[in-house]
């Protein structure tokens, strides 16, 4: 089946970039998001990429996708304190109704 | 607009008794998720609708688990004979069906059995 894989711990300095990274198995995938999770709150949707793109920026996000090697990265530039959360990436197939599969989280830890 | 709700917030219980846990929905949102976050986990899929579709159960973890959608909207997850393995928090998810990863996440069920 599909599989989604993350590091499960990062930690930067205030006004560095960060760079979670994560990869997957599905060759077919069509969409790959990021999701961001604060403490005590459910997922929210930061950002997603379709997968005949190569890079995808906004704002202080950039995600880079490499389907050659399924991998795809969340660059986050000048990090904040509130950026501390755990990120989640995810894909979905093609075919619109489908399940989506989840990474198992990427905490962030910013250090002031 | 109103987003995802999900009640109760949080739910204390003792093993063995069963647990309803409720989702609404973003309206007009024709898919509807449940998953499972245990402390430290990532997400775990247990069930999806999808319109009229018969739902995907593939995920639920046992046959004390089920759960329902009225009339295309609020669904009901139902815990028979909670065990304390079934602590955890289930988070319900609602998307508008054309891209299934753009989900709209509700705040959670801190479900803890005794």
């Keep these: ?112 | 607009g109103a987003g995802v709700s999900q009640s109760p917030s949080n739910k204390v219980t003792e093993k063995g008794k069963d647990v309803e846990l409720r989702c609404d929905p973003i309206s007009g949102h024709t898919a509807l998720y449940w998953y499972r976050q245990s402390l430290g986990q990532g997400l775990e899929f247990l069930i999806y609708f999808q319109g009229n579709s018969a739902p995907d159960k593939s995920g639920l973890p046992s046959d004390r688990f089920s759960a329902e959608r009225t009339g295309g909207s609020v669904s009901t997850l139902t815990i028979q004979r909670t065990q304390q393995e079934d602590s955890a928090v289930y988070l319900c998810a609602s998307s508008p069906g054309d891209r299934p990863g753009t989900q709209y996440f509700g705040p959670g069920t801190r479900l803890l059995v005794l």
């Design chain 1, 1 to 112: 089946g599909e599989d989604v894989e993350q590091s499960l711990f990062l930690s930067v300095r205030e006004g560095d970039s960060s760079v979670i990274n994560c990869t997957y198995t599905d060759s077919s995938s069509t969409y790959l998001y990021w999701y961001k999770q604060e403490p005590g709150a459910g997922l929210q949707l930061l950002t997603y990429i379709f997968s005949n793109m190569d890079m995808k920026q906004d704002q202080r996000l950039t995600v880079l996708l490499n389907k050659k090697d399924k991998h795809l990265s969340l660059r986050i530039a000048d990090t904040q304190t509130g950026d501390s959360a755990i990120y989640f990436c995810a894909e979905s197939p093609p075919g619109g109704y489908q399940k989506v599969t989840f990474g198992t989280g990427t905490k962030l830890q910013v250090i002031p």
